[in-house]
């Protein structure tokens, strides 16, 4: 196994890089660790004194003044030992907060592929659950396996001081004890382990059946989901079981070390005592610091399972953040101001050259055909455009290339002569603008969801600016109502007609220069359809623009028509010309759709398979400039 790949290894690398950024506080507590055992080391040394005093004859006045000094040490020590669980919290959890902005900047730099392959909510497990079990390994176990090491350690020093006798025979009696629970250890995990199987099982099967509950009742099935249950119900209780009593043969474990070692000190101190080389005093003390060990051994199996996930989470969110943007933003050059050219340049794109469509063709899931293939394109500046094509002719991906969300695996995409690569990313993201067929909107306000919280340099605190983004996309009764109307997450409280608005609200206040509108009519009614097609009108004056369309009605208004099929580009030209051309693809599509009464979404599918499955070559192999 390779080093960057040891999980031992990435453990290591990811707690220091995580202790490392804050590692002045983390130094401190560690001194206050430092202070607390060495107050519990040095409470029993009182305790000594106070017995060997008495012993000699020491006055009642000598005995108070101990006793006061042992009062003062277990004060200390109890508000120590709580500054420590103080400092250890709020220093875990600034530390595991910054770890949580350091992985969501770093997955929102991550490719579109990325995020293709992995769901949201297996990201908000690695943001939020696995950097909760990390904050819990750092704020509760690690200060107590800190005190642990100096307790013993200073414990063994102290013995041999005294006798290095005494000093041996605690290391030996600490070093078994520790390998007695590493050897208990590994049952309970394997035990831990399964059981969590199980219920993943159990929950799993309790949500399947609970989202089948119609089919299994209307076809009889429903004793089958029951017995089901039961079983899935058994073997997790006894995996539960199996766990438990796993982690009671560790208790017995330390407990049977505790009383062991507790007898061994009885013996031991006997027969020293006898022999006139030890003091009532330190036979005391010894007694004390065997009871004294038990509470690091109990803490081990207590801590055992936020170990393991701990473990596990920091493994897994070291993988995350070895992950590298396959876009990288070294770029220099701006292209001109005002509306962008675009020009594709022979350009392709495959997901087979992703670990996703890799491991798809593996598993005999996916195929390897190239989403583009050899496209060569210009759309002129200030010029609008639609595009359409069966699903999956390649429309979203070449939006997408256009929006540089992935990059193509052959061939060059250039705005007004400037390579893509070359534009820096801010510079990008500010000039190009998507509107999706799945608007996101937020909880929020209605003023904070069109300024997008005041990202991309709009000023959220500009009331006219927003009421003038509103209107002029058809949203007359939001611009006239209170902009501090709050909205549920997902856009509770809009229609999705006025969401789609919205979100075209947003480009209207941003001002881009080219502008990419995917399916913008494709979820709504024909009613809000007319709204929406009218702030397009409105959005696609003084910018580029491309318009994925799946209604034909969308496209009235654009200048030019792109037609993909199979990954290419097998018609361009001016919509006005290919409308009168009863040769063209677009002219067979607007004639079918008027014959079939075509519209609803969906049914384009059908008219391009009507339209591109005949007669009419394609054209030029892809290349097709205006």
């Known amino acids: 196994m390779s080093t960057a790949t040891d999980p031992t290894r990435v453990r290591a690398r990811t707690l220091w890089m995580l202790v490392r950024e804050r590692l002045g506080r983390w130094l401190a507590l560690g001194a206050l660790v430092a202070v607390g055992s060495s107050l519990l080391l040095a409470a029993p040394l009182v305790v000594r004194e106070v017995v060997d005093r008495a012993d000699e ?9 101990l006793a006061v000094v042992f009062l003062g040490i277990v004060v200390v020590g109890q508000a120590v030992e709580v500054l420590v669980a103080r400092v250890a919290t709020g220093a875990a959890w600034r530390t595991t907060n910054d770890l949580r902005v350091r992985i969501t900047r770093h997955v929102l730099g991550l490719d579109h592929e990325f995020h293709r392959r992995h769901t949201p909510g297996e990201l908000i497990q690695r943001v939020d659950g696995d950097v909760t079990s990390v904050s819990d390994l750092l704020g509760r176990v690690l200060p107590k396996a800190a005190g642990a090491v100096f307790v013993v350690a200073g414990m063994i020093a102290v013995l ?31 035990e831990s382990s399964d059981e969590m199987g199980a219920y993943a099982r159990l929950y799993g099967g309790i949500e399947e059946r609970l989202t089948a509950a119609e089919d299994l009742r209307s076809n009889g099935a429903g004793g089958h989901a029951m017995w089901r249950f039961v079983e899935e119900s058994h073997d997790a209780l006894g995996s539960s079981i199996r766990r438990e009593w796993a982690f009671l043969g560790m208790w017995w474990a330390v407990q049977g070390t505790v009383i062991g070692g507790t007898v061994l000190t009885i013996v031991a101190s006997a027969l020293l005592l006898s022999n006139d080389v030890i003091s009532i005093g330190t036979a005391f003390l010894l007694f004390q610091y065997v009871l004294l060990i038990e509470r690091p051994l109990e803490e081990v199996v207590h801590e055992l399972e936020t170990v393991q996930k701990a473990n596990g989470a920091m493994v897994r969110v070291g993988a995350l953040l070895a992950i590298e943007p396959s876009i990288r933003d070294t770029g220099t050059v701006s292209p001109p101001a005002g509306p962008l050219t675009i ?9 087979a050259d992703t670990v996703a469509a890799t491991d798809a063709v593996r598993d005999g899931v996916g195929d390897a055909t190239p989403v583009l293939d050899d496209v060569t394109l210009t759309i002129g500046r200030g010029r609008s455009v639609g595009v359409v094509g069966r699903t999956g002719s390649g429309k979203t991906t070449f939006s997408r290339l256009v929006l540089r969300l992935v990059e193509p695996t052959a061939g060059t995409i250039r705005f007004s002569g400037v390579a893509v690569s070359d534009i820096p990313m801010a510079e990008l993201r500010r000039r190009v603008a998507l509107v999706p067929q799945e608007v996101e909107l937020f909880g929020g306000t209605i003023r904070e969801n069109v300024t997008l919280f005041g990202a991309g340099g709009v000023d959220a605190a500009d009331d006219s600016a927003v009421r003038r983004a509103l209107l002029a996309v058809g949203l007359d009764q939001l611009a006239a109502g209170d902009l501090d109307r709050t909205l549920g997450a997902g856009g509770a409280g809009l229609s999705a007609g006025e969401a789609q608005l919205l979100a075209m609200a947003r480009v209207w206040l941003r001002d881009p220069d080219l502008l990419v509108l995917d399916e913008a009519t494709a979820r709504i009614d024909p009613a809000t359809e007319a709204k929406v097609e009218s702030a397009i009108r409105t959005l696609i004056g003084g910018r580029t623009t491309i318009v994925i369309a799946h209604r034909l009605s ?12 199979a ?9 006005a010309e290919l409308a009168a051309d009863p040769l063209s693809r677009f002219h067979r599509l607007l004639t079918l759709a008027l014959e079939h009464g075509a519209g609803e979404p969906g049914d384009i599918d059908e008219l391009v398979d009507e339209s591109l499955g005949g007669d009419v070559a394609t054209a030029g192999g892809g290349e097709v400039t205006t």
């Open 567 to 575: 990954g290419r580009v097998v018609e361009h030209g001016p919509r």
């Open 343 to 351: 020009e594709l340049d022979h350009v392709c794109f495959d997901y």
């Open 160 to 190: 041999a001081v005294l006798d290095w006798r005494l000093g041996v025979g605690m290391a030996v009696y600490v070093g078994l004890a520790a390998v007695l629970v590493l050897l208990t250890r590994h049952r309970a995990i394997a």
């Open 554 to 565: 969308t496209l009235r208004e654009v200048d030019e028509i792109v037609v993909f099929d």
């Open 57 to 65: 004859g020491a006055t009642a006045g000598e005995l108070r003044r």
